[in-house]
């Protein structure tokens, strides 16, 4: 029989750990990607391929298809009909979800990071209303100074803003990093959800895995910039 020993401590985000790992995941805007992602549920499955280099048109691309699933297809259509599909490779708003403390279980290995979602600027109010519905908890390799994924359920149906029922909600993305400037990028995420209301229930219970994907900036002076800040960041501290 093993036994599992965890320390608890509070941890401000604002120094230390996890401000290293929180400016990791902070990608300057002028950071692009080029990826493919397949989308995947249990009747079919999509694989798309992004580049914000080719012409409009032929950026957001279906190179694969399995299966027949209206739904996974409105998640994929609605997906390459954002202005920056790549957007969603870049947690860029973890440090506004975290707040100014999260609760950690020092497991060994990894640590749990336990927090409240704080509402961010790229939340809706239906994101805010959720969340404050939601259990939260982070992954983070002390080692490295990296999160490797984040996780958000719903404990229990609730009622929703409107009216209806949210019954079920679960998210999680896994986080990797990059080689060339030491970035965290999602590399995976899952959504199941179920939401309730009269005569309608609304489903979407789907996984995405970028199976590849190259990372760059929108010019090379833009890069320069970006690196002679980074070098110009360390020395500072």
Do not use: C
């Not at 300057?28 to 280099?53: C, G, I, Q």
């Amino acid at each position: 029989m093993s036994l599992l020993l965890s320390f608890a401590f509070p941890l401000m985000t604002g120094s230390g750990p996890m401000d290293n790992a929180l400016r990791a995941t902070e990608a300057p805007d002028s950071l692009r990607a080029a990826f493919t992602v397949e989308m995947t549920s249990a009747k079919a499955s999509r694989t798309y391929a992004f580049d914000p280099r080719e012409p409009t048109g032929r950026q957001w691309r279906l190179i694969l298809a399995d299966g027949e699933d209206g739904d996974l297809d409105q998640a994929g259509a609605a997906w390459g009909a954002e202005i920056a599909p790549d957007g969603r490779l870049f947690p860029d708003d973890l440090r506004a979800s975290f707040g100014e403390t999260v609760y950690v279980d020092d497991l060994g290995p990894a640590w749990r990071l336990k927090f409240h979602h704080a509402p961010s600027a790229n939340d809706t109010a239906l994101d805010v209303w959720a969340t404050q519905r939601l259990q939260a908890q982070a992954w983070m390799e002390p080692v490295t100074g990296r999160f490797l994924r984040i996780d958000y359920a719903l404990p229990r149906p609730v009622r929703g803003p409107k009216g209806g029922r949210l019954t079920k909600f679960k998210q999680s993305y896994l986080l990797e990093t990059e080689s060339v400037w030491g970035l965290t990028y999602v590399s995976q995420f899952e959504l199941n959800f179920e939401a309730k209301a009269a005569f309608q229930t609304i489903r979407q219970n789907y996984k995405a895995v970028v199976t590849e994907a190259t990372f760059f900036f929108a010019s090379s002076e833009l890069e320069q910039h970006f690196v002679s800040a980074s070098v110009s960041d360390v020395s500072d501290r």
